[in-house]
């Protein structure tokens, strides 16, 4: 719902601290691939166009989807003025998505996608399948299925680091494509348990099986301040913040 959440006068809500204030989750990845400069996006939530604005963002492209939660997807059309540079230069954005996800953006996004849409300042995208491993211009995005409630999302990883948001569980067989992490982001709502996402304690009990050397928490509700919650987690498991960025591996690219 992003912090602050609309009517909610809490602690949280109102606090001075700006890693407190919480837009919805997306991560942006950048790579020089020998000739040009990519980025690619994982999610276009309704917050894309101030974290676009926020970030200085000049091109999208590509767009990889984890879900098609209207927190994870509402932001599309603005990928409208960047999809003109893309299409200037003779192509349009790929979306990545998972067939649940592309018939709801299908849908939502009629008048972008329907094959009759006419409507001339649409976005220039277009939806490709979301394989086990798509390559993106040098750079191999390995899907990794999780669970967010009774839906199977995807979690990608690229390199040494992945990205798992709205989990409220691994499976076996997904713990095994995270072998060997530099960073993984993962989501972690509050303290108190809810059907689709998972706690921070279950957060905490995820990382440490997966051993990355760093641990991002994301997707974080209101219930948990920034410093209070940091303070009491392992050294190595860290809050996220709107704004945060690193440096990466992205095995024979440098990012
Ligand atoms: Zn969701
Ligand atoms: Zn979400």
Redesign the pocket.
């Known amino acids: 719902m992003g912090v602050p959440t609309l009517g909610c006068g809490c602690a949280v809500c109102t606090s001075a601290d700006p890693r407190d204030r919480r837009l919805?989750?997306s991560v942006l990845l950048q790579w020089h691939d020998g000739t040009h400069y990519r980025v690619v996006l994982i999610d276009t939530?309704p917050d894309f166009r101030e974290q676009a604005l926020r970030n200085k963002l000049t091109r999208v492209d590509a767009v990889f989807y984890?879900?098609d939660?209207a927190?994870?997807i509402f932001g599309l059309d603005d990928l409208r003025p960047l999809s003109y540079t893309v299409f200037r230069e003779g192509g349009n954005i790929p979306l990545f998505a998972a067939p649940q996800t592309e018939e709801t953006l299908r849908r939502i996004y009629d008048y972008t996608f329907s094959p009759e849409a006419t409507y001339p300042n649409r976005p220039r995208v277009h939806i490709e399948p979301l394989n086990e491993r798509t390559p993106v211009f040098g750079v191999d995005f390995q899907r990794v299925p999780v669970l967010?409630g009774e839906l199977e999302i995807s979690g990608f990883r690229f390199g040494r680091t992945a990205y798992l948001?709205?989990v409220s569980s691994i499976p076996d067989e997904s713990f095994g494509l995270l072998d060997g992490l530099d960073h993984v982001v993962l989501?972690a709502l509050r303290h108190k348990p809810h059907p689709?996402?998972a706690t921070v304690e279950q957060a905490v009990e995820w990382a440490r099986r997966i051993g990355a050397k760093h641990t991002w928490l994301t997707?974080v509700a209101h219930e948990l301040g920034h410093e209070e919650t940091n303070a009491k987690l392992p050294d190595n498991i860290r809050m996220a913040y709107d704004g945060l960025s690193f440096p990466i591996e992205l095995e024979g690219t440098s990012a």
């Open positions: 919805r989750p939530g984890t879900h939660h927190d994870h967010h948001t709205d989501s689709n996402h997707h």
